[in-house]
């Protein structure tokens, strides 16, 4: 739906692909850099334009993680790929900035309880984090990232079980004023239902209009594809997936993988929405994932 960085006019939808953050970040077992960097390159090549490649989050807490600085700079070496890089707090959008990422995307969750387990923030924290962030740009002109944020636990949460979409849309509202480009609606608990995503995401358009952002969904109960759907009706033109379903959230207990990325092209393309990937391409990619780590 919105994206500082134009999005070219010959696709309908933006696949953006999360599996070498969302999905790697979720294996304990981390991809050697060199791996990283090739999958990256071979999704690129398939049309995917826009690739979540890291996360600038303490080494210690993630490990998988630590070469974010490194495969940044490999995925800015790619014709036409707008790099993403995930920061939890300051100090990771520091990180990201310095590396030179095109947007950096903020988890901010809408549950009390996950964004304590998440983050250690409060939502009411994150949103001032969001907001010191985006001060931070103006005193760097011409070098610094869109900020994009995703609010998770949008449509429920596994700690704290229903959350108020009142609530998710006060939330929005306060991050556009903080400084955020564009606020998406992220199922990190897998449990939304494609009626319930058709209300939000026009919600959320009717709340903070163009600001309006991308879906991210978990294929937790199998609803996955469905609410894409139910997403497209309401307007989203922007998705993540993951390719091969790699992910889930260490914080999300019984969440499992995003949708898988190979599956969403299907499904655009099949019903007549451009996406600018091969498919082909995008599923020969996978072989990156299974040599750097096999099972
Ligand atoms: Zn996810």
Redesign the pocket.
């Known amino acids: 739906m919105s994206s500082t960085i134009p999005k070219s006019s010959d696709i309908d939808v933006l696949v953006s692909e999360?599996g070498p953050r969302?999905g790697l970040q979720s294996i304990r077992r981390a991809m050697p850099t060199e791996a990283k960097n090739r999958w990256i390159a071979a999704l690129a090549a398939s049309g995917i334009r826009e690739i979540e490649v890291g996360s600038f989050v303490h080494p210690k807490l993630l490990p998988q993680m630590a070469d974010a600085e490194e495969v940044v700079h490999a995925a800015l070496k790619l014709p036409g790929l707008t790099v993403v890089a995930l920061a939890p707090n300051g100090k990771g959008a520091a990180r990201g900035i310095t590396a030179g990422v095109h947007k950096l995307s903020f988890p901010v969750s809408a549950s009390h309880q996950h964004s304590m387990a998440n983050i250690r923030m409060t939502p009411e924290q994150a949103i001032e984090e969001v907001r010191a962030v985006c001060a931070m740009r103006s005193s760097t002109p011409g070098r610094f990232p869109t900020i994009e944020v995703g609010i998770s636990t949008a449509f429920g949460c596994s700690l704290q079980g229903a959350v108020s979409e009142d609530w998710v849309m006060e939330m929005a509202a306060k991050l556009v004023e903080a400084g955020a480009r564009s606020v998406g609606l992220?199922d990190?608990a897998g449990s939304a239902n494609p009626v319930q995503v058709k209300r939000m995401f026009r919600r959320l358009r009717s709340e903070i209009g163009d600001h309006a952002g991308a879906a991210?969904f978990?294929n937790t109960y199998g609803q996955g594809l469905a609410n894409v759907v139910a997403a497209l009706e309401a307007g989203v033109d922007t998705f993540d997936a993951s390719q091969g379903g790699l992910?889930g959230?260490p914080y999300a207990p019984g969440a499992t993988g995003?949708i898988v990325t190979e599956d969403l092209v299907f499904l655009l393309e099949s019903m007549g929405l451009k996406t600018g990937i091969d498919l082909e391409a995008l599923i020969a990619a996978r072989a990156f994932v299974a040599e750097a780590l096999p099972g």
């Open positions: 999360v969302d992220s990190t991210h978990h992910g959230c995003n």
